[in-house]
């Protein structure tokens, strides 16, 4: 999932083009140490939520998000922000 930001990735411009790739940039971070991620399978069994935090946090700002597990007609897994929060 991730590397297939690099290709959205500017080395020149250290910037994103075609899209978001600050996933990307922060594991090829020269100052990211730690990577910690977690797995949660959705409830109503329609995919599985991945979620991973870079220490120090680096080039990415630090939110709290709020996700969701919901269908789409386009795909049978995805997530949409909503009112279970992770941090």
């Given at each position: 999932?991730?590397?297939?930001?690099?290709?959205?990735?500017?080395?020149?411009?250290?910037?994103?083009v075609g899209g978001d790739?600050?996933?990307?940039?922060?594991?090829?971070?020269?100052?990211?140490?730690?990577?910690?991620?977690a797995r949660i399978k959705?409830?109503?069994?329609?995919?599985?939520?991945?979620?991973?935090?870079?220490?120090?946090?680096?080039?990415?700002?630090?939110?709290?998000?709020?996700?969701?597990?919901?269908?789409?007609?386009?795909?049978?897994?995805?997530?949409?922000?909503?009112?279970?929060?992770i941090k």
């Open positions: 999932m991730w590397v297939k930001q690099k290709f959205k990735y500017d080395r020149g411009t250290n910037k994103c790739c600050r996933s990307y940039t922060q594991i090829i971070w020269k100052h990211s140490k730690r990577l910690g991620c959705c409830d109503n069994n329609i995919g599985t939520l991945v979620r991973c935090n870079y220490d120090p946090p680096g080039n990415i700002p630090v939110y709290s998000f709020q996700f969701q597990c919901v269908q789409f007609h386009y795909t049978s897994k995805f997530y949409q922000p909503s009112s279970t929060k």
